[in-house]
């Protein structure tokens, strides 16, 4: 599923390219070619970064006159971890054969694939499968490509997710990209908002990232304690958490949405937030 977009020319060709982001999937780029929008991420770097993308912002944050990128990602505050090693992967096919698709989720628990659903939720969701596993441990014992028929499970669509963290994409120039990790405090929860704007007037793009989440499972519950943090930039691609007392930012909100926008000659950032007002607040240098 798609979650974000932005225009921006990462080529250098004065003609803008569409970044997206989303779930089990790498950011990507498409480009015009012949009056067409052609997917080009192959030839970019980013085709090994899958993961459960949310948010994306565009700026030149190493000041060397091209345009860079952050996206942010689902965090590693959560039971979810993924690497290149053991993915999240989803496995998309009708294994119950009654005509609807049915996605069932898998991660690694102590070096071992297993589904997220315990036997009462998929047997509920297919209930062809009380029939086969009897017992909870009938369940527990079976490895995932044995869940389904050996036809069902190798036809399944499989999804996969390696990456968590929320990243920053330098580009150098010929519109092929570095990814670098950013700080750790960014992973206490999904960033579902980026904005990039030189916030302390040092000359350099710093970044804002907003999020939280109450899409969970419900035996999960909600991601909803990170007030937000703002990254200093030091005009080399890199940056640094700016601690909260110094910053005025406690958005412990499930934020959506921003919007940049003027108020008496002032820039103000506008915060859309589920199951809550607006919020606004000033930016000063």
């Known amino acids: 599923m798609l979650t974000a977009a932005e225009w921006a020319d990462i080529d250098g060709d004065k003609k803008s390219e569409l970044l997206i982001a989303g779930d089990w999937m790498s950011p990507s780029v498409f480009k015009y070619i012949n009056g067409r929008l052609q997917n080009i991420t192959a030839t970019t770097g980013l085709q090994t970064h899958t993961g459960w993308w949310s948010s994306i912002t565009t700026g030149d944050f190493d000041a060397d006159g091209d345009i860079d990128f952050a996206c942010g990602n689902w965090g590693l505050n959560s039971i979810w971890k993924a690497t290149e090693a053991e993915p999240l992967t989803l496995l998309v096919n009708d294994f119950d054969g009654n005509g609807s698709t049915d996605p069932v989720l898998c991660y690694y628990l102590e070096g071992q694939q297993g589904t997220f659903a315990r036997r009462d939720l998929l047997c509920k969701t297919m209930p062809k499968f009380f029939n086969k596993f009897h017992t909870y441990r009938s369940y527990v014992d079976c490895k995932t490509e044995d869940l389904f028929s050996k036809e069902a499970y190798h036809s399944a669509q499989k999804l996969k997710c390696t990456e968590l963290r929320s990243f920053v994409f330098l580009n150098d120039g010929h519109g092929h990209f570095a990814g670098a990790a950013l700080p750790n405090v960014c992973n206490a929860a999904p960033i579902q908002q ?71 000659g002032q820039p103000h950032l506008l915060i859309g937030c589920n199951s809550s007002r607006l919020l606004l607040y000033g930016l000063k240098h």
């Open 194 to 264: 980026l904005v990039s704007r030189d916030i302390d007037g040092d000359g350099h793009l710093d970044l804002l990232c907003l999020g939280n989440t109450n899409q969970n499972y419900y035996e999960q519950g909600d991601i909803d304690g990170f007030g937000g943090v703002l990254l200093k930039g030091n005009g080399k691609g890199g940056f640094a958490p700016v601690a909260y007392r110094n910053c005025g930012l406690d958005i412990a909100y499930f934020v959506r949405s921003t919007a940049l926008i003027h108020r008496a």
